[in-house]
């Protein structure tokens, strides 16, 4: 038993870190904003060129071949950052959908330029308001039809996995009968699209995963995601109370500080150990995949919401500006509550799989 | 990162499974046997000198000391598999193992090490905690029960309270006053006294629960040689703090609580002909406490894995308990409500409302004791986060010169 990432997690962790700390400070994130940007390219390429977009996409196929907790670790440091990239849609759920469901060639056909960063794809899931997991959109004879919105990244993805009546299929993007039609996104730093498929040429992934699979593996990235934003709100809300004097003190040295930010870091550290789990799971323990990833979606869920509230709080007036930094975090904490389905999705996936989990564990 | 066993720890945990298999059935507690006190403790003193027979007490105590001279992951997965059984295993003994052998190993002489140490791995040995006070419980430093130098002999009075089981312990862990004519942290000094000597004298407190765990024990006059004082005088405030690390860092056993409460759930009827489970807002309730639960549960793996290696987790264990604590009172009072007017007075065949009953009260002790809620705050927020200390108002005022 060992229950601690490995020294070489550990340095890629801070590689990362070193890395966004460097190319995507705060104010770069604001420039981003006040530009309209759609995402930040240069960022994405370097990412690519480093490796870390081809983590745990098997070396076969132009990946690393690394595992889910790898790639778990990337995704914490992109959370803490609150990167402007497409790591979510493009290799967390597009290439995960066709390595999970795709055919040999389809994987061979699309992996290695994901993993490369090349191109970018996306995965099409929601119709609307109502459950993540929509099947509303129509696939039959090699031709899709219907609406997904909004779908995230969709103005720079080139392709798309798309959640329809007849399962997972394959859309490019750039092809008559798509549209895509840019919504106003609450979160400023991921832009997010209604796509209409009007007969788009679309092509089944029919192997055997499950888009509940997908969800799940999805959910355990995003619980990692998560921990790293929720940190960062900890951390930005310490450092703030530290350096800021009222009545004659720190206002880091008043107990009602003291005591929200000893919660949210007791919900830091749960939310971590859920997703450490739930990462190892995903590659070792296949069969307790979704009550710890349901687990950790939970835990990681709290942690950032009581993260991004009180980070706010904790910065009083300056916390609503532009100029300060608590907002990327505060409407990236809604996208993460609300995609790969509510808390009520979770909760019964909880506890549906808790039993069969701890009869596997006894 | 593993959460399997190494092939090392799989044959460890085979060979305690099979000696568990043959010796823990004869010691099980039956489910819903009420014993009385002295009977509990004949049975736990009975259970820990299996223990010892069957080498697995003291697994991390060096073997020079009585203990196996094992590593801290044996000792988690040695837990494991004893909390398969119900045992008789109260403070009664934990008290013992986890926290005077720890300061005695620690603050003691060699002869205190070889009268206490292996005696008490060995069961024969009981013990209480004689460190809170009316006027000292979170500010334990506040402590007033006195010592004064005697010829070989200290004379203590004073009166402690909350000293689980006291009327049924062989011996105690005592802090005392020993100069107040320095800051409060710094005229402390730490003893380990006979419960039988004369002048201890010990009152049950009625608690709200109706059972009486708990004692006040008054000392008058009760003398203390100078040999049964661990650590040197003034060194009182380090050995209380060996004392309780050793408490906040949990064992390894890792029942559910959340569990029972969502059969429990399932097994009350709802408002429109299904169960209480099917009601949305007791799904979420349960689900958010499971999935806090389970991340307890692998941060305290984290926790052991840090010991493992020789660091120490510091005010990183407190967070297990605050989180249990909360969660505890929570959700037993969730399934209480749930339940319905029928929690307040079950049939007299529902054991399992009565035990959620009783954890709600006991929720409250868990909230307060080994550290209150607001404590173990303080400590994450400074020793964490780095946050500045509370203001003290007596910090280096000597003891006596305080109001």
Same mark, same amino acid.
């Given at each position: 038993?060992?229950?601690?990432?490995?020294?070489?997690?550990?340095?890629?962790?801070?590689?990362?870190?070193?890395?966004?700390?460097?190319?995507?400070?705060?104010?770069?994130?604001?420039?981003?904003?006040?530009?309209?940007?759609?995402?930040?390219?240069?960022?994405?390429?370097?990412?690519?060129?480093?490796?870390?977009?081809?983590?745990?996409?098997?070396?076969?196929?132009?990946?690393?071949?690394?595992?889910?907790?790898?790639?778990?670790?990337?995704?914490?440091?992109?959370?803490?950052?609150?990167?402007?990239?497409?790591?979510?849609?493009?290799?967390?759920?597009?290439?995960?959908?066709?390595?999970?469901?795709?055919?040999?060639?389809?994987?061979?056909?699309?992996?290695?330029?994901?993993?490369?960063?090349?191109?970018?794809?996306?995965?099409?899931?929601?119709?609307?308001?109502?459950?993540?997991?929509?099947?509303?959109?129509?696939?039959?004879?090699?031709?899709?039809?219907?609406?997904?919105?909004?779908?995230?990244?969709?103005?720079?993805?080139?392709?798309?996995?798309?959640?329809?009546?007849?399962?997972?299929?394959?859309?490019?993007?750039?092809?008559?009968?798509?549209?895509?039609?840019?919504?106003?996104?609450?979160?400023?730093?991921?832009?997010?699209?209604?796509?209409?498929?009007?007969?788009?040429?679309?092509?089944?992934?029919?192997?055997?995963?499950?888009?509940?699979?997908?969800?799940?593996?999805?959910?355990?990235?995003?619980?990692?995601?998560?921990?790293?934003?929720?940190?960062?709100?900890?951390?930005?809300?310490?450092?703030?109370?530290?350096?800021?004097?009222?009545?004659?003190?720190?206002?880091?040295?008043?107990?009602?500080?003291?005591?929200?930010?000893?919660?949210?870091?007791?919900?830091?550290?749960?939310?971590?150990?859920?997703?450490?789990?739930?990462?190892?799971?995903?590659?070792?323990?296949?069969?307790?995949?979704?009550?710890?990833?349901?687990?950790?979606?939970?835990?990681?869920?709290?942690?950032?919401?009581?993260?991004?509230?009180?980070?706010?709080?904790?910065?009083?007036?300056?916390?609503?500006?532009?100029?300060?930094?608590?907002?990327?975090?505060?409407?990236?904490?809604?996208?993460?509550?609300?995609?790969?389905?509510?808390?009520?999705?979770?909760?019964?996936?909880?506890?549906?799989?808790?039993?069969?989990?701890?009869?596997?564990?006894? | 990162?593993?959460?399997?066993?190494?092939?090392?720890?799989?044959?460890?945990?085979?060979?305690?499974?099979?000696?568990?298999?043959?010796?823990?059935?004869?010691?099980?507690?039956?489910?819903?046997?009420?014993?009385?006190?002295?009977?509990?403790?004949?049975?736990?003193?009975?259970?820990?000198?299996?223990?010892?027979?069957?080498?697995?007490?003291?697994?991390?105590?060096?073997?020079?000391?009585?203990?196996?001279?094992?590593?801290?992951?044996?000792?988690?997965?040695?837990?494991?598999?004893?909390?398969?059984?119900?045992?008789?295993?109260?403070?009664?003994?934990?008290?013992?193992?986890?926290?005077?052998?720890?300061?005695?190993?620690?603050?003691?002489?060699?002869?205190?090490?070889?009268?206490?140490?292996?005696?008490?791995?060995?069961?024969?040995?009981?013990?209480?905690?004689?460190?809170?006070?009316? &006027?000292?419980?979170?500010?334990?430093?506040?402590?007033?029960?006195?010592?004064?130098?005697?010829?070989?002999?200290?004379?203590?009075?004073?009166?402690?309270?909350?000293?689980?089981?006291?009327?049924? &312990?062989?011996?105690?862990?005592?802090?005392?006053?020993?100069?107040?004519?320095?800051?409060?942290?710094?005229?402390?000094?730490?003893?380990?006294?006979?419960?039988?000597?004369?002048?201890?004298?010990?009152?049950?407190?009625?608690?709200?629960?109706?059972?009486?765990?708990?004692?006040?024990?008054?000392?008058?006059?009760?003398?203390?040689?100078?040999?049964?004082?661990?650590?040197?005088?003034?060194?009182?405030?380090?050995?209380?703090?060996?004392?309780?690390?050793?408490?906040?860092?949990?064992?390894?056993?890792?029942?559910?609580?959340?569990?029972?409460?969502?059969?429990?759930?399932?097994?009350?009827?709802?408002?429109?002909?299904?169960?209480?489970?099917?009601?949305?807002?007791?799904?979420?309730?349960?689900?958010?406490?499971?999935?806090?639960?389970?991340?307890?549960?692998?941060?305290?793996?984290?926790?052991?894995?840090?010991?493992?290696?020789?660091?120490?987790?510091?005010?990183?264990?407190?967070?297990?308990?605050?989180?249990?604590? &909360?969660?505890?009172?929570?959700?037993?009072?969730?399934?209480?409500?749930?339940?319905?007017?029928?929690?307040?007075?079950?049939?007299?065949?529902?054991?399992?409302?009565?035990?959620?009953?009783?954890?709600?009260?006991?929720?409250?002790?868990?909230?307060?004791?080994?550290?209150?809620?607001?404590?173990?705050?303080?400590?994450?927020?400074?020793?964490?986060?780095?946050?500045?200390?509370?203001?003290?108002?007596?910090?280096?005022?000597?003891?006596?010169?305080?109001?």
């Amino acid at each position: 038993m060992n229950f601690d990432l490995s020294d070489e997690q550990k340095m890629l962790a801070e590689q990362a870190r070193g890395l966004l700390a460097e190319r995507t400070p705060f104010d770069h994130l604001r420039g981003l904003i006040d530009s309209a940007a759609e995402w930040d390219e240069p960022l994405w390429r370097e990412l690519g060129a480093m490796g870390f977009l081809g983590a745990n996409i098997p070396e076969a196929v132009g990946g690393l071949g690394m595992t889910e907790l790898d790639l778990g670790v990337i995704s914490e440091e992109l959370g803490r950052a609150n990167a402007a990239v497409p790591f979510f849609s493009s290799i967390v759920l597009c290439a995960d959908a066709i390595r999970l469901a795709g055919s040999a060639a389809q994987q061979a056909e699309w992996l290695p330029k994901l993993a490369s960063g090349e191109v970018v794809g996306t995965f099409a899931y929601a119709e609307g308001p109502g459950p993540a997991l929509a099947r509303g959109a129509v696939f039959a004879d090699g031709r899709l039809t219907g609406t997904k919105t909004p779908v995230a990244d969709a103005g720079i993805a080139s392709v798309a996995a798309v959640l329809t009546g007849a399962g997972l299929v394959l859309v490019r993007l750039d092809q008559p009968g798509v549209t895509r039609t840019k919504l106003a996104s609450f979160d400023q730093l991921r832009s997010h699209y209604r796509i209409d498929f009007a007969g788009a040429g679309a092509e089944l992934l029919a192997g055997p995963g499950t888009p509940e699979t997908l969800f799940d593996r999805a959910a355990v990235q995003a619980a990692f995601e998560a921990t790293g934003a929720a940190e960062a709100c900890l951390t930005m809300a310490r450092d703030y109370a530290q350096d800021r004097q009222i009545f004659g003190r720190q206002l880091a040295s008043y107990q009602a500080i003291k005591h929200k930010l000893a919660d949210l870091a007791v919900q830091v550290e749960l939310s971590r150990s859920n997703a450490f789990y739930a990462g190892w799971a995903a590659g070792e323990a296949p069969a307790d995949l979704p009550a710890a990833a349901a687990a950790a979606r939970l835990s990681a869920s709290a942690a950032l919401e009581m993260g991004a509230r009180e980070n706010l709080q904790v910065h009083g007036g300056i916390g609503y500006t532009q100029e300060a930094n608590c907002h990327f975090f505060y409407r990236r904490e809604r996208l993460l509550a609300v995609n790969l389905g509510n808390r009520s999705y979770w909760a019964d996936r909880l506890i549906a799989h808790h039993s069969a989990a701890q009869n596997e564990a006894a | 990162m593993d959460f399997n066993d190494t092939p090392q720890e799989a044959a460890f945990r085979a060979e305690v499974r099979a000696w568990l298999a043959a010796t823990a059935p004869a010691h099980v507690v039956q489910q819903g046997v009420t014993l009385d006190d002295a009977e509990e403790v004949r049975l736990g003193r009975a259970w820990q000198r299996a223990v010892y027979d069957g080498g697995y007490a003291g697994i991390t105590f060096p073997k020079a000391l009585g203990g196996r001279g094992g590593t801290v992951i044996e000792a988690v997965v040695f837990a494991e598999e004893e909390s398969r059984y119900t045992l008789p295993k109260g403070p009664y003994i934990g008290i013992g193992l986890g926290m005077a052998i720890n300061v005695i190993a620690r603050h003691g002489n060699d002869a205190q090490k070889a009268q206490f140490i292996e005696a008490t791995l060995k069961g024969d040995l009981t013990w209480c905690q004689l460190f809170s006070e009316p &006027s000292a419980g979170s500010d334990l430093a506040n402590l007033r029960t006195k010592a004064v130098r005697d010829g070989d002999d200290w004379v203590v009075n004073g009166q402690k309270v909350w000293s689980s089981w006291a009327h049924r &312990s062989d011996w105690g862990i005592l802090v005392v006053r020993t100069d107040p004519t320095v800051p409060k942290h710094k005229g402390l000094t730490f003893f380990v006294v006979d419960m039988k000597s004369p002048g201890v004298e010990i009152h049950p407190i009625r608690q709200i629960s109706g059972a009486s765990d708990f004692n006040e024990t008054f000392m008058t006059d009760v003398r203390i040689p100078d040999a049964n004082r661990v650590g040197a005088v003034g060194e009182g405030w380090a050995c209380c703090m060996t004392v309780l690390m050793g408490e906040r860092l949990g064992s390894g056993s890792h029942k559910s609580t959340v569990t029972p409460l969502l059969d429990y759930a399932a097994r009350t009827p709802g408002a429109d002909g299904g169960t209480a489970l099917d009601s949305s807002s007791v799904r979420l309730a349960l689900a958010q406490a499971l999935a806090e639960e389970q991340g307890s549960k692998y941060f305290e793996a984290r926790l052991r894995t840090m010991v493992s290696r020789g660091e120490n987790p510091g005010a990183l264990a407190g967070m297990v308990k605050l989180a249990y604590a &909360s969660r505890l009172q929570r959700t037993s009072g969730l399934a209480l409500e749930l339940r319905g007017l029928d929690a307040i007075a079950p049939d007299a065949d529902d054991a399992q409302t009565r035990e959620i009953q009783h954890d709600y009260i006991w929720s409250t002790v868990m909230r307060i004791a080994g550290g209150a809620d607001e404590v173990l705050k303080n400590q994450i927020a400074e020793r964490v986060l780095g946050m500045p200390g509370d203001i003290r108002m007596d910090k280096d005022v000597p003891f006596e010169q305080l109001r």
